[in-house]
Every structure is written in C-alpha cells, then in structure tokens.
C-alpha cells in the first residue's frame, strides 16, 4: 500500500460491500459464501478486501500457496482453501493452517504421507470433481479408491467436495451446464455415502450465481469477479458498483507540429499541429501494449482522449488536442466497469485480463 508512484489504483470498499449483499441476496439464508481473492484481489489487493470481509464471509480462496501464507501473515484468521496446491509445499499448507483442493490420486496420497509426518488429525481438505471443464480433478472411477485411503486414516477429513462450470455465463451452453450438475450430483451422493464424515458442497462461480442459484446453489457458492463490479452480461454489472479506478496525472504537455512523430517507431505522425499528453503509466504497469495508436483510451475532465503512439514501458502520450488540461492534472485510466469491459473487448479478451495485470508498483489506495 506504501510507495510514491504517482499512478494509483483505487480500491472502494464501499462498492465491495454493495457488491458483496447484492449476491448475497439472491442466496439461502444457510448457504455459505467463499470469496476468491487470487491474484492480488483480482488486481486489487488480496490482505485490505479480505480484512474488511473477514467477519462476513464463510471462507476465502487462492490460487497458490503464496497467496495464502500472505493472508495468514496479515493476521486472516477465516479459513482459506488452495485451488491449486503443489507436492512441494504439502508442509507449508499445514504450517500456515490452510487448507488444500486435493484433485488427484497422486497429490491425495501425497498429503496423507505428509500428515502422518506433522503428526496432525482430522485435517481438513477439499475433493475437486471433474465434470467437464478438464483442468482439475477426480473423476468418477476415482471414487473408490479415494474412499480406501481416506476411511483407512484419521489424518485428514473431507470438508467439501466440488467441481467448476465451464460456462455458467452461457446460456446457449445451458444444456451442458445442467450435465455438469447433474454429473456432479451424481457423484456427491455416491462418495457421501461411503464417507465417514458429511462434507458440504460448492460449485457456484459468480456466473454461476446469476444464472443457476436455483439447481446448483448447494452448500456454498464462490464469489469471484462479481465482488469486484462485473456480473455475467451488460445488464448485470449495470446493478453492481465500480470497485477499481485507476489514476494517474498528467507529467508534461507538448506542441507536435505537422509532420513530427510521437513514441518509439515513430509509430504515429501528426497530420497537423496537435497537444499531447504525457502519462506516467505504460505496460509495466499493466497497460496493453495493443492499446496503443487510437486503439485505447483515457478520460481527461471527464473527456474521453485516445492514446497516440506505442505504449511505452513506463508512459503512454495521448492527443489532447480538443481538451483543456494542465501539466498536474488527474488522469483517469480506468474509470469503471464500462470502460475496463470496453478496452477488453478491442483487445479481444475479458476485463478479468486487463485488472490482473495491473503492476504491484501501482499504489494501491482505499476510498
């Protein structure tokens, strides 16, 4: 949270937490809520949101090992589950008390051999299913041979069990979301029954939450991107509040003549006398570098100015020609969910992309 780069991202937390009640509405009472704070907080800052949610929520989710050691190390004490856990770092797992997806026969074994050798009991892990995303977990025909190392020990205990939907935000893909259901309830009743304990279950994403609270809410649900502004279409981010606004300021101006070029390659060239603006974030930052030559753009006093030019690593120019500005003045990156999804879509990919890529040496600043 602490450095002096100029550019800022801003984090609201007020919008978090009307973000927050908005999915929270469209659940049961007793449903759990796990909120997904991988990657920095989706760009954002993983150790603030989770602070100011830790008396609200069930659980919190990373990605990797790391991420979890640094909630833990900020003084989070909800439990976090690791997606996506390493052979290597078992150990670290139990020693920072987190608590690991387990989706294969070979890292299940692994952790039972490392809490024979802590010495722990009844250690709580999570079970993925495989239902047709095929990135991670079991299968079906895994089942019992995960019941014949898990009943055989007391040294960890199934929590949950879950899987993923592939395209909970497509409904033209809603036959094959209700296999996937169907798949995985198929399955959570079959290993259940044989299972010494009752784990909860979870298969929700955000999308997952807009589009299928109603056949597949189950115990818990994940929220990821939907905390942070963007529903699953148009229509549902325009009900969600603005979490992240990057800023920056306006470092130097200058006269181009006609003729003269702007940026490396000479990429872009004057038809006429023009002002620019020099700005003091470029892709290090996480500014795409095909955002450059009018693709890309930024508001100046509320007035939209497009980039000219390459993305440099450190800055970007843009054609103020038409505006009134000063050197000093704010300079607003990203101004809302439209505009990130705006820039995502002219650069064909989604505004999960553009948010995770912004730089750690951005400042990060609570509204």
Do not use: W
Request: aromatic residues 8%.
């Amino acid at each position: 949270m602490k450095n002096n780069h100029v550019t800022k991202l801003e984090i609201n937390l007020n919008a978090i937490d009307f973000n927050f009640n908005y999915f929270k509405a469209k659940l049961q009472s007793s449903t759990k809520i796990l909120v997904v704070i991988k990657a920095f907080g989706y760009g954002s800052s993983a150790i603030e949101i989770a602070k100011y949610l830790e008396q609200k929520v069930d659980y919190f989710a990373v990605a990797y090992l790391d991420e979890g050691i640094a909630l833990r190390n900020a003084s989070i004490k909800k439990p976090i589950l690791v997606l996506h856990p390493q052979k290597n770092n078992l150990k670290k797992i139990i020693e920072f008390n987190l608590e690991p997806n387990l989706y294969s026969i070979s890292i299940l074994k692994s952790f039972i051999e490392v809490s024979k050798e802590l010495n722990v009991q009844n250690y709580p892990i999570h079970l993925k299913f495989n239902t047709g995303l095929n990135r991670l977990g079991f299968t079906e025909k895994n089942i019992s041979k995960i019941i014949s190392l898990i009943n055989n020990q007391n040294k960890i205990l199934v929590t949950s069990i879950f899987s993923h939907i592939a395209a909970s935000e497509d409904l033209n893909e809603r036959e094959f979301t209700l296999q996937q259901i169907t798949t995985f309830q198929i399955i959570s009743e079959k290993i259940i029954r044989q299972l010494k304990t009752i784990p909860f279950k979870h298969m929700l994403n955000t999308s997952g939450i807009l589009n299928y609270a109603t056949e597949a809410q189950f115990d818990m649900v994940r929220l990821g991107i939907g905390l942070y502004g963007f529903g699953n279409a148009k229509n549902e981010t325009s009900k969600l509040k603005n979490v992240l606004t990057l800023k920056s300021i306006i470092s130097q101006i200058h006269t181009i003549k006609k003729g003269e070029t702007v940026g490396y390659n000479r990429a872009y060239k004057a038809a006429s006398t023009m002002r620019t603006a020099t700005i003091p974030i470029g892709h290090a930052d996480g500014i795409s570098r095909h955002l450059g030559n009018g693709i890309g753009y930024v508001y100046i006093n509320n007035q939209k100015v497009f980039i000219v030019g390459n993305i440099c690593m450190d800055m970007i120019m843009v054609n103020i020609s038409e505006i009134n500005c000063n050197e000093g003045d704010e300079v607003i990156i990203y101004k809302n969910q439209q505009h990130i999804a705006a820039l995502a879509k002219a650069l064909n990919t989604i505004p999960y992309e553009l948010l995770t890529a912004i730089s750690q040496r951005v400042k990060r600043m609570l509204k």
